[in-house]
């Protein structure tokens, strides 16, 4: 399965696509949205992964970094690209940003698992 990479360039965070890279939004939106860091927590039982390794539940990141890191799926694609950029939300968000955003704070908070 193909993943589609992100980055950051002058100011402004992309996408790539099956076609070309499409704007998400600007980077100083996307961390008003997200944060410079994020942290999620976990729970005692969530703390017994040999992966995690913590002392008090939380697990903090700095979003631009994991951000630029991060790869997606196509059809993580495609609903992003699915949004208009030119749209705004009622806080003045570009839709597309707004929607990446949420859709990441939802991957975040349930820690991958999207399923449950």
Do not use: H
């Amino acid at each position: 399965m193909r993943r589609f990479d992100t980055t950051f360039t002058d100011g402004t965070f992309y996408l790539e696509t099956p076609d070309d890279w499409i704007e998400v939004g600007s980077e100083e939106t996307l961390l008003e949205l997200l944060g410079e860091t994020y942290t999620i927590e976990y729970d005692e039982q969530e703390r017994t992964v040999a992966w995690l390794d913590t002392d008090d539940g939380e697990l903090t990141f700095d979003v631009r970094e994991t951000l630029e890191e991060m790869s997606f799926t196509e059809e993580f694609v495609a609903q992003i690209a699915d949004c208009e950029l030119s749209r705004t939300t009622d806080d003045g968000v570009p839709v597309r940003t707004a929607v990446f955003a949420d859709m990441m704070q939802t991957i975040w908070d349930s820690k991958g698992n999207l399923e449950d």
